[in-house]
């Protein structure tokens, strides 16, 4: 039976845990947490697909991320937890459901780890030529497990700065391309609407690409409702963090891809080899700016390998202190995790042997490992916000602090949404792998759930 633990105060669940987050942590990791390495890697391949049709794919899944923030900013302002989305799974649904949901996004946290100190690693690699791309993630991968063993507070301060410096590029980029199409950048000529007039370059099939590529760009946003259970007031950062999130995704997001298109070919080479940002800045012709923005994408993956690592080690703790892992995982020292921590960077260790042994194909071998994690997750989601908001609304109508707009329709929209994103997926030859594999992983983890809590009940 799923427990409801409705009368509960809606304080943060992990007590042994620190409380070292602080607001500007919070408020930061939000707004930086947006930005993430899927917006500034990925977006190419998706432009190269899609033309100028990105920005509409931006928009329809920026509109389904919305949704799922809203129901997740509701479940954790309602019962905050470092477990976040799992916790509500196994309160909603019942633990095998929490069980699946954290582990498959621990899995997913995890690669992503290795993925991103790859991507790191051929940044710094081609700046300084003749340098082992293995050495490189070693080393990231030494730092960002130290500084997350340490406090939570390193890795708030980390998140801080990490997200300013994000924040603070990608706002001049907004404001040179926004004056670049205006013609009032000096030593730039506006293009006008010239690169728009073939909206749709490759039809349908192109969008579809392209609205793939962009639903998994906003894979990340999850991380500030795990951290706001060590923050110093959980519920009103996840309201804070949930209430901004529309405006946050309209303009980094949708609003870089239309000035990107606007500006540069879509069909450019330079957008999938430099990276649109690079691109569009080489274009302008503004000195050493593409270097720059080089700068910053290497930031975003750092940002993320951190935030990745502090994830999904307080995602294994949390469902360890539900009894739904081994006990050991569940040790905390120095109000830290540490072992979940060391745990949760394994895989990032590893991925410095793969990229020694298989530089070529470990990252796309590691992408189809996890393609489709973050739709299970977002299912799970809005299944236990179907669940839990009636029995809130009934039982503790005053923990609904956030309050999913148009309940329970838009949460049907935002489901019948993520079917949608499943089917196209099934249809494209380069996302089906990834849906088989997440399938069967989620499959095998539903089985092991099932079978941990019946024998969990039977001790």
């Known amino acids: 039976m799923p427990s409801s633990n409705i009368g509960t105060p809606p304080q943060a669940d992990d007590v042994s845990l620190s409380h070292g987050l602080k607001q500007r942590h ?16 990925g977006s190419g391949a998706g432009i190269a697909a899609a033309g100028p049709s990105i920005v509409l794919a931006y928009t329809l899944s920026g509109l389904l991320v919305m949704l799922v923030m809203r129901m997740l900013g509701e479940m954790s302002a309602a019962y905050p937890s470092s477990g976040s989305f799992s916790a509500h799974a196994e309160r909603a649904i019942g633990p095998w459901a929490g069980f699946t949901a954290g582990w498959s996004f621990w899995v997913l946290l995890c690669t992503a780890v290795g993925l991103e100190g790859i ?4 940044i710094v690699s081609g700046w300084l030529p003749g340098t082992p791309e293995w050495a490189w993630v070693a080393l990231f991968m030494v730092v960002f497990c130290g500084a997350n063993l340490a406090a939570v507070k390193n ?8 997200a300013a410096l994000k924040v603070g590029a990608i706002t001049l980029f907004l404001v040179l391309g926004v004056l670049a199409i205006a013609g009032v950048l000096p030593g730039s000529d506006s293009p006008g609407a010239s690169h728009l007039t073939d909206f749709f370059p490759n039809g349908g099939e192109g969008l579809v690409i392209g609205l793939l590529a962009s639903v998994f760009a906003y894979g990340g946003l999850e991380t500030v409702t795990i951290a706001a259970a060590e923050s110093e007031d959980p519920v009103k950062g996840v309201a804070s963090a949930v209430r901004t999130a529309m405006w946050r995704i309209a303009l980094f997001y949708i609003g870089s891809m239309a000035v990107i298109v606007t500006l540069v070919p879509w069909d450019s080479k330079e957008v999938v080899e430099k990276g649109p940002y690079v691109a569009t800045l080489d274009t302008l012709g503004i000195p050493g700016a ?12 750092l940002s993320a390998m951190n935030a990745n690592i502090y994830g999904s080690s307080r995602i294994a703790y949390s469902l360890v202190e539900r009894g739904q892992g081994p006990k050991v995982l569940g040790r905390v020292s120095g109000r830290v995790p540490r072992i979940a921590v060391l745990a949760s960077s394994v ?30 997750v977002w ?21 609904l602090v956030v309050r999913m707009w148009m309940f329970p329709w ?3 929209v935002a489901l019948a949404g993520m079917a949608t994103v499943l089917v196209l997926m099934a249809r494209e030859p380069d996302t089906r792998v990834q849906l088989y594999s997440t399938g069967g992983m989620t499959l095998f983890l539903a089985v092991v759930g099932y079978a941990w809590q019946k024998a969990r009940a039977r001790t």
Do not use: H
């Not at 410095?352 to 299970?376: E, K, Q, T």
């Open 26 to 41: 919070l408020s930061m990791i939000a707004l930086g947490g947006v930005i993430g390495a899927g917006l500034f890697v």
């Open 119 to 122: 991507g790191a690693a051929k």
């Open 155 to 162: 890795f708030g301060e980390f998140e801080f700065w990490f």
């Open 290 to 301: 593409g270097r720059l923005m080089n700068v910053v994408v290497l930031v975003a993956l």
């Open 347 to 376: 895989f990032g260790f590893v991925c410095v042997l793969l990229s020694y042994w298989r530089p070529d194909d470990v990252f796309s071998w590691l992408l189809n490992m996890i393609g489709a994690v973050i739709l299970v």
């Open 379 to 399: 299912i799970f989601i809005a299944v236990s916000q179907l669940r839990l908001r009636s029995r809130l609304q009934r039982e503790a109508p005053e923990k």
């Open 410 to 412: 838009l949460t049907w």
